[in-house]
């Protein structure tokens, strides 16, 4: 069955400092993986998707997120912080199989940037 | 950009109580789906829907859920009798297709709270 594992619920960087948070995977086949960011009071919206054709994804404020096979992960990263980018994070894989359809989420990662 | 509008933003209800959380998916997606997240927890699948029937509904979705899509545009979640577990706020998603690699686009959820 896939499911994801986030490491660290909260994540606090300064303002202009690398921003690293973990995603793992479990899955017996290759993954679908996708990254989604909650703001406060909003709903998801997805910032990069895994799908095979790169290991590195770009997505959108600057984020990006590198398949690893071997340590299957999926970790976001992003250069420079900016306080804009304090929201919550998820990690999701998508269900295997022809009907399974849907997501399974990490537990998320709070992300606070400090001025 | 087309989104995924979910109304009300906030619903209160009694113990007991039927409730309705109302959404419109974006126009020319055909799959559909709700999960919800209590406080403080993960994001959990509750259901998905394509072509007017449940495709795949979880545990969780017992007996007191149903959905339905009345018409050509909005998609509904029912609880039937309301209660204090159900408090949580409710997101509704859909996407254009059930390729592995297509993303669900979220709305900004209903924050159900039972009383």
């Known amino acids: 069955a896939q499911s994801v594992t986030q490491l660290g619920s909260h994540v606090s960087v300064s303002e202009g400092a690398l921003v690293l948070l973990r995603c793992n995977y479990s899955?017996?086949?290759?993954?679908?993986l996708f990254w989604y960011v909650q703001y406060p009071n909003q709903g998801l919206q997805l910032l990069l998707k895994y799908t095979s054709a790169a290991t590195l994804v770009k997505g959108i404020n600057g984020f990006e997120a590198e398949f690893k096979k071997s340590e299957t992960s999926f970790h976001l990263t992003k250069p420079s912080a900016h306080m804009s980018d304090a929201a919550e994070y998820f990690c999701a894989v998508r269900a295997h199989g022809k009907t399974a359809n849907n997501l399974f989420f990490g537990t998320g990662t709070r992300l606070t940037v400090i001025p | 950009e087309p989104e995924v509008t979910q109304t009300p933003s906030h619903q209160v209800t009694q113990m007991g109580q039927e409730v309705i959380l109302r959404c419109v998916p974006i126009?020319?997606?055909?799959?559909f789906y709700w999960y919800r997240q209590i406080l403080g927890q993960k994001v959990e699948f509750l259901v998905s829907f394509y072509n007017n029937e449940i495709s795949e509904k979880s545990e969780i979705f017992d007996d007191q859920f149903s959905v339905e899509r009345p018409d050509g545009s909005n998609f509904t979640l029912k609880i039937r009798s309301t209660k204090l577990e159900d408090s949580a706020m409710y997101f509704c998603?859909?996407?254009?297709?059930?390729?592995?690699?297509?993303?669900?686009?979220f709305g900004n959820g209903t924050r159900l709270t039972v009383t």
């Open positions: 126009s020319n997606h055909l799959y």
């Open positions: 998603a859909s996407s254009g297709s059930n390729q592995k690699n297509s993303p669900l686009h």
């Open positions: 899955s017996s086949v290759p993954p679908y």
